[in-house]
């Protein structure tokens, strides 16, 4: 009997260390799997790539604008996904920096909305705000950022959920190093600052040297973008002219031999960084020289395309064309600012509404373009047309804009849920799109700013004008020709005189705090130039007929001047 019992309790005891050995082999092999599934999803589908690769494969890319947030949730949920994005993986919202960058105080207070209103990246073009150092520091703007800013931006952008995308010009829009005398010498064409001379050794050395420094402060990133768009007047130099000549090879050819060395650096150097560029100069190239040069295996192009009205058409035959090329993902830009002229100070909400609008029905069209894939959008934010051009709207004035779009992108489409997120995020009571403005006080970064430079744009001008120019008095009493020969009857001076000195005091009170309110988000020079080119212009003519008329009016009405 003792026996019997004993037999039983070895045979239970084997049991349960067979029970827990298969627990054992199954929980090894479960994780060695979910290892495995891991390393092939960020191989394929790379940051915040993995639930939109996932839900694609469950619904259509047409429709999957559409689904309802709820129902993205529960899909990857379902998965097991563990980032959060909605139908497009990335949207970036693009930084221009090269004019009116901000302290990095205002870009603690925008990271977070931009997160909240449904980015999950920036796209960093720093220009000449990075702290470039030893024989790179001449590149540097007098108010660049520090190192100390350049790592505060990236932890400011991960604790956000954002990924930061540095963007580095490596072909066109270079004038802010080709402004060099140092460098000129690297011009394609001798007399223009815009586009380096590929043929150069000294050209792909700098860059490597820029480069290296720009990703050895961004070890975060596992993206960059290299620009390269409108690369003017490649071709024209004289060593293009003799490259083409003696390779028998045309423009396209020789675009594509400088963009596979940057590459070529990149991969080298760089293992496993991807790499986005401009695609307008690959849209004039054939498939054959695009397939030939095998860039498509190591850069992605990002369509850009900024007019409100847009149909599909116009750039599919572009996707048919990188389909065909061997590019496997590309990117869209749209605009939220900065495409209207190169010297708007309003953001026109209407304008850049449309193009959202119309860049989603290009998205609808991609799955027909299979394997072709999306793989992002840029929302670009131009703050210069280039180096040398004035400034474009300033980042809080197109704040509204930025959300619109944004919503736009996340919704499928200017909802009534898109329009309530804009409304309760920015703290305003309506938005009129067709008018270009906000209704209510407002609760966003730089608010302030954006009523003032409503009051500049809508009222400075026009009120000032208004009075030089219509006031009969004025025009009859105190033209130029009598304050340029310094007489005037004070009688008459009076009758206009009470409404010019309020108008100008009013007017420089409220320039008081502007600047003071521009001085809180940005650096001297930018709050210089804002004032030079927005506010003087005008107020300045002010300024002078009232200094003309109380230098006269204390003349009691002496005759004119020799």
Same mark, same amino acid.
């Given at each position: =009997?003792?026996?019997?019992?004993?037999?039983?309790?070895?045979?239970? !005891?084997? &049991?349960?260390?067979?029970?827990?050995?298969?627990?054992?082999?199954?929980?090894?092999?479960?994780?060695?799997?979910?290892?495995?599934? %891991?390393?092939?999803?960020?191989?394929?589908?790379?940051?915040?790539?993995?639930?939109?690769?996932?839900?694609?494969?469950?619904?259509?890319?047409?429709? /999957?604008?559409?689904?309802?947030?709820?129902?993205?949730?529960?899909?990857?949920?379902?998965?097991?996904?563990?980032?959060? &994005?909605?139908?497009?993986?990335?949207?970036?919202?693009?930084?221009?920096? +090269?004019?009116?960058?901000?302290?990095?105080?205002?870009?603690?207070?925008?990271?977070?909305?931009?997160?909240?209103?449904?980015?999950?990246?920036?796209?960093?073009?720093?220009?000449?705000?990075?702290?470039? +150092?030893?024989? $790179?520091?001449?590149?540097?703007?007098?108010?660049?950022?520090?190192?100390?800013?350049?790592?505060?931006?990236?932890?400011?952008?991960?604790?956000?959920?954002?990924?930061?995308?540095?963007?580095?010009?490596?072909?066109?829009? *270079?004038?802010? /190093?080709?402004?060099?005398?140092?460098?000129?010498?690297?011009?394609?064409?001798?007399?223009?600052?815009?586009?380096?001379?590929?043929?150069?050794?000294?050209?792909?050395?700098?860059?490597?040297?820029?480069?290296?420094?720009?990703?050895?402060?961004?070890?975060?990133?596992?993206?960059?973008?290299?620009?390269?768009?409108?690369?003017?007047?490649?071709?024209?130099? =004289?060593?293009?002219?003799?490259?083409?000549? %003696?390779?028998?090879?045309?423009?396209?050819?020789?675009? $594509?031999?400088?963009?596979?060395?940057?590459?070529?650096?990149?991969?080298?150097?760089?293992?496993?960084?991807? *790499?986005?560029?401009?695609?307008?100069?690959?849209?004039?190239?054939?498939?054959?020289?695009?397939?030939?040069?095998?860039?498509?295996?190591?850069?992605?192009?990002?369509?850009?395309?900024?007019?409100?009205?847009?149909?599909?058409?116009?750039?599919?035959?572009?996707?048919?064309?990188?389909?065909?090329?061997?590019?496997?993902?590309?990117?869209?830009?749209?605009?939220?600012?900065?495409?209207?002229?190169?010297?708007?100070?309003?953001?026109?909400?209407?304008?850049?509404?449309?193009?959202?609008?119309?860049?989603?029905?290009?998205?609808?069209? &991609?799955?027909?373009?299979?394997?072709?894939?999306?793989?992002?959008?840029?929302?670009?934010?131009?703050?210069?047309?280039?180096?040398?051009?004035?400034?474009?709207?300033?980042?809080?004035?197109?704040?509204?804009?930025?959300?619109?779009?944004?919503?736009?992108?996340?919704?499928?489409?200017?909802?009534?849920?898109? +329009? !309530?997120?804009?409304?309760?995020?920015?703290?305003?009571?309506?938005?009129?799109?067709?008018?270009?403005?906000?209704?209510?006080?407002?609760?966003?970064?730089?608010?302030?700013?954006?009523?003032?430079?409503?009051?500049?744009?809508?009222?400075?001008?026009?009120?000032?004008?208004?009075?030089?120019?219509?006031?009969?008095?004025?025009?009859?009493?105190?033209?130029?020709?009598?304050?340029?020969?310094?007489?005037?009857?004070?009688?008459?001076?009076?009758?206009?005189?009470?409404?010019?000195?309020?108008? %100008?005091?009013?007017?420089?009170?409220?320039?008081?705090?502007?600047?003071?309110?521009?001085?809180?988000?940005?650096?001297?020079?930018?709050?210089?130039?804002?004032?030079?080119?927005?506010?003087?212009?005008?107020? @300045?003519?002010?300024?002078?007929?009232?200094? @003309?008329? !109380?230098?006269?009016?204390?003349?009691?009405?002496?005759?004119?001047?020799?």
């Amino acid at each position: =009997m003792a026996f019997q019992r004993s037999h039983r309790l070895n045979l239970l !005891r084997l &049991v349960v260390l067979l029970l827990v050995a298969l627990a054992g082999i199954k929980f090894l092999f479960r994780d060695s799997f979910t290892l495995e599934l %891991h390393k092939h999803v960020s191989k394929d589908s790379g940051f915040w790539g993995d639930t939109g690769d996932i839900v694609q494969d469950i619904i259509p890319q047409s429709q /999957i604008l559409e689904v309802p947030a709820a129902k993205i949730i529960a899909l990857k949920q379902k998965q097991q996904v563990p980032r959060d &994005v909605s139908a497009t993986e990335m949207r970036l919202v693009h930084l221009d920096l +090269k004019g009116a960058a901000p302290r990095v105080s205002y870009l603690e207070q925008v990271f977070p909305l931009l997160s909240q209103l449904g980015a999950n990246g920036v796209l960093m073009e720093y220009e000449d705000m990075f702290p470039f +150092k030893g024989e $790179l520091e001449i590149l540097r703007s007098p108010y660049a950022y520090s190192e100390e800013d350049i790592e505060r931006i990236q932890q400011l952008a991960e604790q956000h959920k954002l990924e930061v995308v540095p963007l580095v010009q490596t072909f066109g829009h *270079v004038e802010f /190093i080709l402004k060099h005398e140092k460098y000129q010498h690297l011009r394609e064409v001798e007399r223009f600052p815009n586009s380096f001379n590929p043929h150069v050794p000294d050209t792909l050395a700098l860059l490597k040297s820029i480069l290296s420094q720009v990703i050895e402060k961004h070890r975060r990133s596992t993206w960059i973008h290299i620009g390269a768009d409108e690369v003017f007047h490649l071709g024209e130099g =004289m060593d293009s002219k003799n490259w083409m000549s %003696h390779n028998k090879g045309d423009v396209g050819t020789m675009y $594509l031999k400088h963009i596979k060395e940057v590459l070529g650096f990149l991969t080298a150097q760089y293992w496993g960084l991807r *790499v986005l560029m401009w695609d307008d100069m690959l849209r004039k190239i054939s498939v054959g020289a695009l397939r030939e040069s095998g860039i498509a295996k190591h850069v992605s192009p990002v369509v850009w395309f900024y007019a409100p009205d847009f149909e599909a058409e116009q750039i599919v035959p572009f996707l048919t064309k990188y389909v065909e090329s061997g590019f496997e993902a590309v990117w869209f830009a749209s605009a939220f600012k900065g495409t209207t002229g190169p010297a708007q100070a309003w953001t026109p909400l209407s304008y850049h509404l449309k193009n959202h609008l119309s860049w989603l029905k290009v998205m609808q069209a &991609v799955p027909r373009l299979a394997p072709l894939r999306l793989q992002g959008v840029v929302l670009t934010g131009w703050q210069r047309y280039d180096h040398y051009s004035v400034l474009c709207e300033l980042l809080p004035v197109s704040i509204p804009s930025l959300a619109i779009c944004l919503q736009t992108l996340v919704n499928g489409g200017f909802t009534e849920e898109a +329009k !309530r997120k804009v409304l309760d995020v920015l703290g305003l009571e309506s938005v009129q799109l067709e008018q270009s403005t906000c209704e209510g006080r407002g609760a966003f970064p730089g608010v302030e700013i954006y009523h003032m430079v409503e009051q500049v744009n809508g009222h400075l001008k026009e009120s000032i004008l208004k009075a030089l120019e219509e006031e009969s008095a004025i025009k009859g009493w105190f033209s130029p020709y009598h304050r340029k020969r310094q007489f005037g009857n004070p009688r008459n001076m009076e009758s206009f005189g009470s409404k010019v000195l309020k108008l %100008h005091d009013d007017w420089e009170s409220f320039v008081r705090d502007l600047h003071a309110q521009l001085d809180r988000i940005y650096f001297p020079d930018t709050v210089e130039e804002w004032m030079e080119e927005n506010v003087n212009p005008y107020l @300045d003519q002010l300024r002078d007929l009232v200094r @003309d008329y !109380r230098a006269i009016i204390r003349l009691n009405g002496r005759p004119k001047a020799a």
